[in-house]
Every structure is written in structure tokens, then in C-alpha cells.
């Protein structure tokens, strides 16, 4: 079974499936509410599945499931190439489609976002935000949506449905609805990235300390000496090539921190230097003040080494290294400088 046929199977035998299981469980919540002597609003049990393709950061094209019971108009989406990664290992399809199920149960359960009509501007103004992307990776998806170009990126707008303990939602914002809120490309930008800020706050440290942090306690203790003392050698080199940490409080999209409103020329004022800004991923930025010995050759090694061998494709912004110069107060490409 190739790729499509899986897709195909999945989406016809999928509905079946779902409607035990949905059975099942109100059998057994029943069973729980009688010994309370409770009743439970029944409901008609008829779902059906719905494929769609996703087309994420990058270019990157997923295939995902919806399963709706009938009345709904909105349910968790599961992503599906993983699923058919497994069955090529020889995964049994039904059990790949009860793992499937339980995403959905899991999904419905953690989620809790309103409905809301996107087109209607002064209900979702407050929760529209930027997202910092790769401008040529992303060019197909760009011709249909408002967006500001920024270096070799795009300054991408979403609807931020939800932001909770289980994570983030949102959705990117598209020409129909631009249109429909009539309101200036300059002027959504400030308001979206005003929106930016307050919900996501930026956060920096020091690499070192971000290394140590995220690595020294989960490590065995056996190993754990050795592990700080290749820090403490860390530590050593940061005299030289200072290193620090920009994202924001969840760590998801940071990047996007390099356009808070003075983050970076605050920064470079305690520093009292020019900045490099080392793109590592769409989560977040190195900052390295510059020095006598810095090498920006080098570092943009760090950076295209990293995309090749590191970096998701989904999550890679760019091979190119910035240079914030504090008398332009400007963010340039460096190999572009003169």
C-alpha cells in the first residue's frame, strides 16, 4: 500500500471505527453517571472523516484528519505522515487508526478554543500576532496572504486562538480576511506586533547558562561532572566570543523577538558594540556582540552547519548571518555590508 492508499483506507474505515469507540465510551460513562443517578444528554453517533493538506513553514506539506460527529463544524486535526511511517515498519492499520482515535479523544480533551468569526476585526484585533519566516522558502504561500518583507524574510501575520499549559494555537492570516478588516498593511503590523509582545515576552541568557540549565539535571550523576566541566571550558571560550540566548517566554517562534521595539539596541548599548545575530532557528537567535576577535566568516559556518545537520527543515530561517550597527540603528544582512 503506497502513500495514498494508506491516506485513502484511512479515511474510509477511519468514521467506522470512530463510532465504536465513541460508543464505547458513552457506554461507560453511563454506566458511571446510573451510579450517581445521573443522566447524560445523548446525542446522535455518526462521524465522518475529513483529509486535508496543510502546507506548514518552509513549503513543508503535510496531510491531516479531522474526525466530526454530525453537527460539528470544528475538530482537532492529526497529523497523518508520521502514522504512515509506522505502518511501512509494519505497524497493523488497526492499530494504527486506534492510535489515531486516541490523538483525537487527547486533542478534545486539551483543547479549549473558541469559535470565533475571523472576518470580524474588532473581535479578533487583540489577538492578531507576527511570525518572523524564510521569505524565498515561503514565497508560494506569501502570494496569499498580507505580509512585510524584512531582510531575506517575511513578516507574517496569525490569529492566536489559544495559549495554554497544552501549548499554542493559530492559524495564518490570509489575503480574504485582510481585505475584509480594511485596514493598512503598516498599520496591522504595529498592531499585531504590539499584540506580539505583550503575549509573548522576550527572554535572553547566556548560551552557557541555557546549556547547563536545559542538560546538567538530566543527566546521570556519573556523567554529570564531566558535563560541567566541558561548561566550565564553555565558559572559558565565552570570554572570547560572547554568546547569548534571544527568544520569547515559551520558546516556540522566539525568533520573531528581533523585532521587539528596542530588544536589540538596548542590548548593544550594555554590550557598547555592534551585534551579530545568528538565526539558528525559527525558536529563537544568537546574539554576539562584536569584538576584535570575532569572525563573521565563522560564524556563519555555525549557521549553514547547523541548517544542514541540526535544524528541521520546518523550523530553519535563514543561512545568512545580521549585523545590527548601533550608529544606523539598523538590522542588516551582513555579507551585504560594505
Known amino acids: ?17 470512530m463510532n465504536i469507540r465513541e ?10 453517571e446510573k451510579e450517581k443517578d445521573c443522566e447524560i444528554e445523548e446525542t446522535e453517533i455518526c462521524y465522518e472523516a475529513h483529509l486535508h493538506t496543510i502546507t506548514k513553514n518552509n513549503g513543508i506539506v503535510l496531510d491531516g484528519i479531522t474526525l466530526l460527529n454530525k453537527g460539528e463544524s470544528a475538530g482537532p486535526n492529526i497529523y497523518l505522515n508520521s502514522f504512515f511511517e509506522n505502518y511501512q515498519m509494519g ?21 479549549t478554543i473558541e469559535v470565533v468569526d475571523i472576518l470580524d476585526f474588532e473581535v479578533v484585533k487583540n489577538k492578531i500576532i507576527v ?30 486562538a489559544s495559549k495554554d499549559a497544552m501549548g499554542l494555537a ?42 547547563s540549565e536545559c542538560f546538567g539535571e538530566r543527566l546521570p550523576e556519573e556523567l554529570r561532572e564531566d558535563f560541567m566541566n566541558d561548561v566550565r571550558s564553555l565558559e572559558q571560550v565565552e570570554s572570547r566570543v560572547n554568546m547569548f540566548v534571544l527568544t520569547n517566554d515559551v520558546g516556540v517562534n522566539g525568533a520573531t523577538s528581533i523585532l521587539y521595539d528596542n530588544v536589540i539596541k538596548n542590548f548593544a548599548k550594555v554590550q557598547d558594540c555592534n551585534i ?13 556582540p562584536e569584538n576584535a576577535d570575532t569572525e563573521p566568516e565563522f560564524l556563519k559556518e555555525l549557521v549553514v552547519d547547523a541548517n ?16 545590527y550597527d548601533m550608529d544606523s540603528d539598523q538590522i542588516l544582512i551582513c555579507e551585504e555590508i560594505n
Not at 500500500?1 to 471505527?17: A, C, R, S, T, V
Request: one cysteine or more; glycine letters at 0%; aromatic letters at 12%.
Open 276 to 288: 551579530y545575530i545568528l538565526p539558528s532557528s525559527v525558536h529563537e537567535v544568537m546574539l554576539v
Open 170 to 211: 493559530s492559524s495564518l492570516v490570509f489575503n480574504k480576511e485582510f481585505e475584509q478588516w480594511d485596514i493598512e498593511l503598516e498599520d496591522l503590523y504595529q498592531l499585531a506586533l504590539f499584540n506580539t509582545m505583550r503575549e509573548f515576552p522576550w527572554q535572553m541568557d547566556s548560551l552557557v547558562k541555557v546549556v
Open 308 to 323: 544542514q545537520s541540526a535544524v528541521g527543515l520546518i523550523d530553519l530561517l535563514s543561512d545568512h548571518i545580521y549585523y
Open 91 to 111: 505497524k497493523p492499520l488497526n492499530s494504527i487508526m486506534n492510535e489515531i482515535i486516541d490523538c483525537h479523544f487527547r486533542a478534545k480533551e486539551e483543547t
Open 1 to 17: 500500500m503506497n502513500y495514498q492508499e494508506f491516506l485513502k483506507y484511512i479515511e474510509e474505515n477511519l468514521p467506522e471505527l
Open 23 to 32: 460508543l464505547e465510551k458513552r457506554e461507560k460513562l453511563a454506566e458511571e
Open 131 to 160: 511570525r518572523l519566516v524564510n521569505y524565498e522558502k515561503n514565497e508560494e504561500q506569501l502570494k496569499n496572504c498580507p505580509h512585510k518583507r524584512f531582510l531575506d524574510l517575511a513578516i507574517t501575520f496569525r490569529y492566536l
